[in-house]
């Protein structure tokens, strides 16, 4: 089930941020992350789905102003259950389809983010331009999604 965040689901937020800290860099001690996490669930940005336990498997943020994909992350040991393309599909259609959408990821060939790629790329994403090293040290470029006639 996709539901909107709440504060409740903070600590889940950075249990997840804490796994994928290799890819995307240091979250769980940022204050600036712990800021836009709580932006993020206070302008109802955030959207989390939860597995057959009811725990949070996933989380999407957006920003809606610049119909951007901020955050997408799955807990590992979810991973495989279609809940990162469920989580994206839910943005899309929460983001504006008469503009492109965009979103930062990783860049072809850095090892950790085919899955991501193949992700954004199923969906209609393509490549628009390099964006440099994340925090995390790896390649990243912009991806866009046309707009929807």
């Known amino acids: 089930m996709i539901r909107l965040l ?3 689901d ?14 995307f860099g240091p979250m769980v001690h940022s204050k600036g992350f712990h800021f836009g ?24 943020a957006i920003d809606r ?6 955050w997408l992350a799955v807990r590992e040991k979810s991973r495989g259950k ?7 599909r839910k943005a899309i259609e929460e983001l504006d389809n008469k503009k492109e959408i965009i979103v930062q990821t990783f ?24 964006m440099g090293k994340n ?4 390649e990243t470029v912009r ?3 046309k707009e929807s006639l």
């Open 37 to 60: 996490i709580r932006q993020c669930i206070r302008k109802h940005n955030a959207f989390g789905i939860e597995d057959e336990t009811n725990e949070i498997a996933g989380i999407i």
């Open 107 to 130: 860049a072809e060939g850095v090892k950790g983010g085919t899955i991501a790629r193949i992700l954004y790329e199923k969906n209609g994403f393509t490549d628009q331009i390099s």
């Open 6 to 8: 709440t504060t409740y």
């Open 143 to 145: 991806m866009v999604r």
């Open 65 to 70: 102003k610049k119909n951007e994909i901020l």
């Open 135 to 138: 925090p995390a040290g790896l």
């Open 10 to 23: 903070f600590k889940a937020w950075l249990k997840i941020a804490g796994e994928v800290e290799p890819l």
């Open 82 to 88: 279609k809940y990162g393309e469920t989580l994206l």
